[in-house]
């Protein structure tokens, strides 16, 4: 599991790395693109939710997967900071 830090260092920078991380044969994946479509699984998305526990943001796998892009996923980790 990826070390994030905690919830202050969590940036936008470092979702797209961990996207393009779990979405490895994609050279470019924009913000609004369906990552389920892209190959992203169920397991990567568990993975992802644990990686943000970890930081500070507590997110359902049901969530990420109800608004699979990287701008989704940003939108959501923001409502959730303090």
Known sequence: MNDIGSIETLDRAWLEARVWA???DE???GSDENLLFLGLDSLSVLKLVAELKQA???L??????HEPSIEGW???IQA???
């Open 74 to 76: 940003w939108r959501l």
């Open 22 to 24: 779990l979405i490895p």
């Open 27 to 29: 050279a470019d994946i």
């Open 56 to 58: 500070g943001i507590t």
């Open 60 to 65: 359902s796998a049901r969530e990420l997967l």
């Open 80 to 82: 959730r900071r303090p």
